[in-house]
């Protein structure tokens, strides 16, 4: 499945009218569901992440004139940390023991610029689209969000998975929904309290089934506050295993879409900015489904 644009490529090259005509019908039955929230100065962002600004740095009204009949489209300029709505960590965010994944010193990658090594431009080309589950635990548990600082457990994972027809296998995405992403820019004090999500065992578990990216529909994916250790999923996944984390989806709509269908597996497309050294880039993200 994840070749399904190389093929669509080589069935334009190398096929008939007739070959391409099916496959623009096929593509044409896809359902497109976005998975952002419209980010803005009043977004939610953990304390000690920079904020977000956004200013006109040459608006219609100055550079009316200095072409004749002509105004400038406005220019933007961007400030902000990298870690908003919804963002993708790189691998190299988070250190355990003074170590990044693969045993590499933290002290080795970090950067004037940026980092060094494992930073979000290192992102798979190959992995811009994937297979990927959504693990709807609140829609499993029939509540329509979990309760602030509640762990999600390995049982939950196992029995979501199981009711929802979701076969995790290496290799593949998998979502979380939590239920707290309606709270993103409607109630920011519920959506920077406690948070539900995986604890400690529950990211171990993910580790073991070898997935290539975890996400989820809040602030920063693990539970908060959490048993003992900070930010245990982050060291798991990121330090120990480098597996990628994507926080701030907004999983709503998809979790409406797919509780209409027999399985809770779809097409997930992330594709970041390849700015060399980040730590994390904000990222456009949404769901294909049949």
Do not use: C
């Not at 896809?30 to 600004?53: C, G, K, M, Q, T």
């Not at 290539?212 to 120990?240: K, M, Y």
Request: hydrophobic content about 45%; overall charge negative; aromatic content about 8%.
């Amino acid at each position: 499945m994840k070749y399904i644009l190389l093929l669509a490529a080589l069935m334009f090259t190398h096929s008939g009218l007739g070959a391409q005509a099916k496959l623009l019908e096929s593509l044409s039955k896809a359902r497109v569901i976005e998975l952002n929230h419209v980010w803005d100065h009043n977004s939610p962002l953990l304390s000690f992440n920079p904020p977000y600004a956004l200013a006109l740095m040459d608006n219609h009204q100055d550079t009316q004139g200095m072409i004749p009949e002509l105004s400038f489209a406005a220019d933007i300029m961007y400030f902000s940390g990298q870690h908003g709505a919804p963002n993708l960590d790189a691998i190299g965010h988070i250190g355990h023991n003074g170590q990044a994944y693969g045993g590499i010193s933290t002290d080795a990658i970090d950067g004037a610029q940026g980092l060094k090594e494992l930073g979000i431009e290192q992102y798979p080309r190959e992995r811009l689209l994937n297979r990927a589950a959504l693990l709807d635990v609140a829609r499993f548990k029939g509540v329509s969000h979990l309760p602030g600082g509640y762990e999600i457990t390995v049982k939950d994972l196992q029995d979501t998975a199981k009711a929802q027809q979701v076969r995790i296998k290496a290799g593949m995405s998998v979502l979380i929904r939590t239920g707290f992403g309606q709270f993103f820019n409607t109630d920011n004090a519920t959506y920077l309290g406690p948070r539900p999500g995986p604890g400690q065992s529950a990211a171990q578990w993910l580790a073991q089934q070898h997935v290539f990216l975890a996400g989820s529909d809040q602030l920063s994916f693990e539970v908060v506050p959490e048993n003992g250790t900070r930010f245990p999923a982050h060291r798991i996944l990121l330090a120990q295993h480098g597996i990628y984390i994507v926080e701030n989806l907004n999983l709503e709509a998809l979790s409406e879409a797919l509780a209409k269908g027999k399985s809770n597996e779809f097409m997930l497309v992330l594709n970041p900015p390849r700015v060399r050294g980040a730590t994390g880039m904000a990222v456009n993200a949404f769901a294909i489904l049949p």
